[in-house]
């Protein structure tokens, strides 16, 4: 079984940063892309942001670009949202998931889903 945990989120000023973790355990994390997601209340789950299994290819929503920064660790089986510059519309839970294909995760399809952390942005 795979399990994704989300941490991180928390109460932040607009303007200010926070940065997520999605910690994998029960399968071999660079077997899979890495994305990041979220929902507002009251709206649909959004792409934010994924990452292929070696890195080398990253993805952002237009949102995001410029501000978030995705990343990874191989060896400690973690993926990373750095998230600056944060702004009221950014408030949201925010979820991790793993997929065969950065493209799948773009289009929310993923195999695993993590159970999702606070991000709440004070103006």
């Known amino acids: 079984q795979v399990q994704l945990v989300e941490s991180g989120g928390g109460l932040v000023q607009a303007g200010g940063s926070l940065r997520l973790s999605c910690a994998v355990s029960g399968r071999t994390f660079s077997n899979y892309a890495m994305g990041w997601f979220r929902q507002a209340p009251g709206k649909e789950r959004e792409f934010v942001t994924a990452?292929?299994?070696?890195?080398?290819?990253?993805l952002y929503a237009d949102s995001v670009k410029g501000r978030f920064a995705i990343s990874r660790d191989n060896v400690k089986n973690t993926a990373y949202l750095q998230m600056n510059g944060l702004k009221p519309e950014d408030m949201a839970v925010y979820y991790c998931?793993?997929?065969?294909?950065?493209?799948?995760?773009?289009?929310?399809?993923?195999?695993?889903w993590g159970q999702g952390t606070q991000v709440t942005v004070s103006s």
């Open positions: 998931a793993a997929s065969g294909s950065v493209t799948s995760l773009q289009t929310l399809r993923a195999d695993y």
């Open positions: 990452i292929a299994w070696n890195g080398g290819m990253t």
